[in-house]
């Protein structure tokens, strides 16, 4: 029972720490007209950024990154030349990514509530992968492993909101492995050599 209050407490202070430690953006999208829309990003602090829009089909019809830190940035959108139909607004700061859906129809531009999510953080040390994760659209998650392109290990993490694992690679053989941490909507990868 120790082990498992033990547990309970460094999991929920890997939280904790991770949840303070990241970037915390804003993305605002205010209609101007029905075909104009300023965006209005603010972070607390200063840092490189990428912002796209993407299609339904996930062709990117606007890709932006910024060439210096900043923690604000603004600029008016016309969406008079795009189809009307389903779009994302995306924005990525460091690890921390936020979304929103974006609806251009002839009457007007439509905007739905943000996404914040978190990439998950890997660890490689003394043949022992650790990784954590907050899963906050409870997704099933896979982690795999492979080597050149071969498939050596994969196991389910399930759907969990606060995810972290531990794994002992020291029976792999040396050389270089690709992780990734997949559910049905995200794929995360991270490399290592053993």
């Given amino acids: ?16 720490a ?6 915390k953006p804003k993305m605002n ?4 007209t029905a075909d104009r829309a300023i965006v209005a990003i603010t972070n607390e602090n200063a840092a490189y950024f990428e912002l796209s ?9 606007y890709y932006k990154e910024s ?5 604000d940035y603004q600029k008016v959108f016309d969406f008079a030349n795009l189809e009307d139909g389903s779009y994302v607004l995306n924005l990525k700061v460091n690890d921390t990514q936020l979304s929103r859906d974006i609806e251009v129809a002839h009457k007007g531009i439509y905007v739905g509530d943000s996404k914040l999510t978190f990439d998950p953080y890997f660890d ?26 071969d498939l050596v290990y994969k ?5 969990n909101f606060a995810v972290s694992s531990g794994y002992d690679l020291s029976k792999l053989d040396s050389g270089e492995y690709t ?3 997949s559910s049905l909507n995200d794929e995360y990868a991270f490399s290592l050599v053993k």
């Avoid at 991770?18 to 970037?23: K, Q």
């Avoid at 829009?53 to 019809?61: H, L, P, R, T």
């Avoid at 196991?155 to 759907?159: A, D, L, M, R, T």
């Fill in 124 to 149: 490689y040390k003394d043949n022992v992968l650790k990784f954590s994760y907050l899963n906050f659209d409870k997704e099933n998650l896979n982690l795999s492993i492979y080597s050149k392109g």
């Fill in 53 to 61: 829009i993407e299609a339904e089909d996930g062709s990117m019809v």
């Fill in 1 to 16: 029972m120790k082990t498992i209050k033990l547990l309970f407490t460094v999991t929920a202070f890997a939280i904790a």
């Fill in 67 to 71: 060439n210096k830190p900043l923690t």
């Fill in 179 to 181: 992780v990734i941490l």
């Fill in 18 to 23: 991770i949840a303070s430690a990241v970037e």
């Fill in 29 to 32: 999208v205010i209609p101007l």
């Fill in 155 to 159: 196991s389910k993490i399930g759907n």
